[in-house]
């Protein structure tokens, strides 16, 4: 093989390494956050790519033509666009119950930016994305997120895609989503039954007492004393399934 067509293969192969890293990098929960510039993320994508590239099953071979090379570089940013996004569906899980936790508790209306994204946040969805993004580099689960996207080469071979099935995932990806959020804020849920309850028995027995102004105190002091108390176990439940989901890309 002449010196020319060689560096021409091994460049295509960086190539397609680097579009399904980079484009996944982009999107993925503690690498992709709004608050690193785009070029750090690229940067990071293009070193991390020619790092991998020689543990990756990459063809070193010029595809032959235009419409198969657009192809399949198209292929793997669709690979790594799905890995991303889905993974960012499932970090959507701690931002519900952030949501569900500032409703039971009276912090519906205590706002702050919102983490990764334009729109406003509760402080407690806030509280909880930024404590599971530093969880996860404490627990080294980012090294699991790195090692899945190599493995991705054995479930998402390079140049072909599985459409519908990646499709179906996505959808359950949302479904589990939902529920770890929902599982997550269990503890409030309970707490916010059992405290409306007495506080309504409590009005019934004294009609002057102004509930509304010591529900609110209440629930505020009791929810914070419960998300200290559980913020720990919450983020390793999380972790758990969101570690998992790199393990096998399906749910």
């Known amino acids: 093989m002449a010196l020319q067509a060689y560096v021409e293969a091994q460049v295509f192969?960086?190539?397609?390494?680097?579009?399904?890293?980079?484009?996944?990098?982009m999107?993925?929960?503690?690498f992709g956050e709004a608050q690193i510039p785009a070029r750090v993320r690229l940067s990071f994508a293009l070193v991390l790519g020619l790092a991998l590239y020689p543990?990756?099953?990459v063809?070193?071979?010029?595809p032959g033509g235009l419409a198969a090379t657009l192809g399949m570089l198209a292929a793997e940013v669709t690979v790594g666009l799905w890995i991303g996004l889905t993974a960012r569906v499932l970090q959507a899980a701690l931002e519900f119950a952030g949501y569900q936790i500032g409703q039971i508790a009276g912090l519906a209306n205590a706002l702050a930016p919102g983490l990764g994204s334009f729109q406003g946040s509760t402080m407690v969805a806030n509280l909880l994305l930024t404590g599971g993004i530093a969880a996860i580099f404490v627990t080294d689960t980012h090294q699991v997120m790195i090692r899945a996207l190599l493995y991705s080469y054995q479930v998402f071979p390079v140049g072909r895609l599985i459409l519908?099935?990646?499709?179906?995932?996505?959808?359950?990806?949302?479904?589990?989503?939902?529920y770890i959020g929902a599982t997550i804020a269990a503890p409030f849920l309970v707490m916010g039954t059992i405290l409306n309850l007495g506080l309504a028995l409590a009005n019934r027995m004294m009609p002057s007492l102004p509930v509304f102004f010591v529900a609110g105190s209440v629930l505020i002091g009791a929810a914070l004393l419960v998300l200290a108390v559980a913020m720990p176990e919450m983020?390793?439940?999380?972790l758990l399934?969101?570690?998992?989901w790199f393990g096998t890309f399906t749910l």
């Open 59 to 62: 063809p070193a071979a010029d």
């Open 55 to 57: 543990a990756t099953p």
């Open 13 to 25: 192969g960086v190539l397609l390494v680097f579009a399904r890293l980079g484009t996944a990098l």
């Open 164 to 178: 519908a099935d990646m499709a179906a995932q996505i959808v359950k990806a949302a479904d589990a989503s939902f």
């Open 27 to 30: 999107f993925l929960p503690a």
């Open 235 to 238: 983020l390793h439940g999380f």
């Open 241 to 244: 399934r969101f570690a998992d």
